[in-house]
């Protein structure tokens, strides 16, 4: 008897002393990473009690303040300019946050490592703990021009534009999208209920078309063939090129061919690459797909920012695609942006930013700055080099066949990005016509990747209209707005 309570006595001894350890180890090293578990309660319900950091842009426009709910007792977060930041900002809401509201969380809401100090000072003088200001890269201008662009179009888009020189992202807009302020409720219930409409909501609102859908490139990708052709086969705009009316392909049941059956320039079947890239021959581009090994394009895909799972801008972006294309006629589809080639905006503007700064790719980034409350910096983003896609020389190459895209009377985009259209204003340009669907039965994609001035860059802009068609006529109207409202913003 006295055998078996000393071993219960023991096991229970045992366990209490395990209790113990566990105890003193959650306390000791587990209670930052359980006070910031979403599920914590106790600890959101805190962060109700003081002002969340507001977001504002490089211009000093408040995108997202918290005001106090007098109903509630608690902040709630707002957002004044609603649908048109909604995929930049996200949402702070009872459960969860997106977008700059989540990978700026710790600052926004004061619990950073970096604002313990600012915090300390707070509780000893008596103030009330306050988050820190997010400021963006984000032009109010251009965003608002962007916005309003992808609205009258109506159709889901998305467009991003870049400051080529330095990755910092001047808009970037999505189509259909979503009020915030239907999911910064302070009611549960009703928060619930608009949630489950968004859901539903066969538009998908909540996708940021932006940085997370991705498209047929089209023809737009004729700026990478044209890129690596020159790179490694030294060919420049004046080489002449073989563009034939029909190109067969290697055990494909059809030929190639170019928009609507069209001969390639005087129909000689050779005409200079600068032709063939302003008219947008496939055959052309197609040919040099085949003379092109898979690793060749696939490494200068690469280096403007293709197949990259790790870039974010902090938002997280998708992989723009374009894999290896051992099979010499798949090789030909993917030379003018089809088979299996996929791009976000993102990635268009990032194409045409890389050509606009003579060779360099910049990290595209969108947090500018973080102030703490007392005006204090406590970070500040460094432009970074994410690549070297090609030369200077080559790139200069690039940029005067672009130009011709909308200068010349025989370009794609001549009427819609020519200085008619623009005011005067030289953009450097490829389009887009993406065929998608099974057997090509989708409605054609509209592309459009471009920067301006052609002589001195200042924004680099890739659109993507789905179901647009023709990427002249649907996506290049858009990127003209943008960039017509944001160089008189800034001075031309």
């Known amino acids: 008897m006295n055998h078996a309570l000393r071993r219960v006595s023991l096991i229970c001894l045992v366990l209490f002393v395990l209790l113990l350890v566990n105890v003193n180890y959650v306390q000791g090293f587990e209670a930052s990473s359980l006070a910031n578990e979403p599920g914590n309660g106790r600890t959101f319900t805190s962060t109700l009690q003081f002002q969340r950091g507001s977001i504002i842009t490089a211009d000093q426009k408040t995108v997202a303040y918290s005001k106090m709910n007098k109903t509630f007792g608690e902040y709630q977060r707002h957002y004044p300019f609603g649908k048109m930041y909604a995929p930049i900002t996200g949402y702070d809401t009872l459960f969860s946050q997106t977008g700059i509201e989540q990978t700026e969380n710790k600052e926004l809401s004061g619990s950073d490592p970096a604002l313990a100090v600012h ?20 032009n109010s201008v251009a965003q608002q021009a962007a916005y309003n662009a992808l609205k009258t179009q109506g159709k889901q888009a998305g467009v991003v534009a870049l400051n080529p020189q330095t990755g910092a992202v001047l808009a970037t807009a999505s189509y259909p999208s979503f009020d915030p302020n239907q999911l910064a409720t302070l009611n549960g219930t009703k928060l619930i209920a608009n949630d489950k409409q968004l859901l539903k909501d066969p538009n998908q609102p909540l996708l940021n078309r932006a940085l997370n859908a991705t498209f047929p490139p089209g023809s737009s990708f004729k700026v990478v063939t044209s890129s690596t052709a020159m790179t490694d086969k030294g060919i420049n705009p004046n080489t002449q090129v073989f563009a034939p009316t029909q190109l067969k392909l290697p055990g494909a049941p059809q030929p190639l061919v170019n928009f609507d059956g069209e001969a ?42 293709f197949n990259n799972p790790n870039l974010t801008i902090p938002l997280p972006v998708t992989p723009s695609n374009f894999p290896l294309y051992p099979d010499p006629a798949q090789r030909a589809g993917a030379a003018i942006g089809q088979e299996s080639d996929t791009v976000t905006p993102l990635q268009e503007a990032m194409v045409a930013a890389a050509i606009a700064n003579q060779g360099t790719l910049m990290k595209p980034y969108m947090v500018d700055k973080v102030t703490a409350p007392d005006l204090t910096a406590l970070s500040t983003t460094q432009p970074t080099v994410l690549s070297h896609p090609v030369t200077p020389a080559v ?48 409605l054609d994609d509209a592309v459009f990747t471009c920067f301006a001035p052609a002589s001195n860059p200042k924004i680099a802009v890739g659109v993507v209209v789905k179901g647009g068609g023709q990427g002249a006529d649907a996506a290049a109207p858009i990127a003209v707005k943008i960039i017509t409202a944001y160089l008189a913003a800034v001075g031309n």
């Open 395 to 442: 790139a200069t190459n690039v940029t005067n066949m672009m130009i011709q895209v909308t200068q010349s009377p025989q370009g794609t985009a001549h009427v819609s990005a020519g200085t008619q259209a623009t005011g005067g204003i030289v953009i450097a340009a490829k389009t887009g016509t993406a065929q998608n669907g099974i057997n090509n039965s989708g």
């Open 119 to 138: 915090n300390l000072i707070d509780l000893i003088t008596g103030k009330q703990k306050k988050g820190a200001t997010v400021e963006l890269t984000i």
């Open 264 to 305: 390639c320039g005087n129909g000689s079947g050779r005409v200079p690459l600068i032709t063939a890239f302003t008219l947008s021959c496939n055959t052309a581009f197609g040919n040099l797909g085949l003379h092109l090994s898979a690793a060749q394009l696939q490494r200068q895909a690469n280096l403007f920012g």
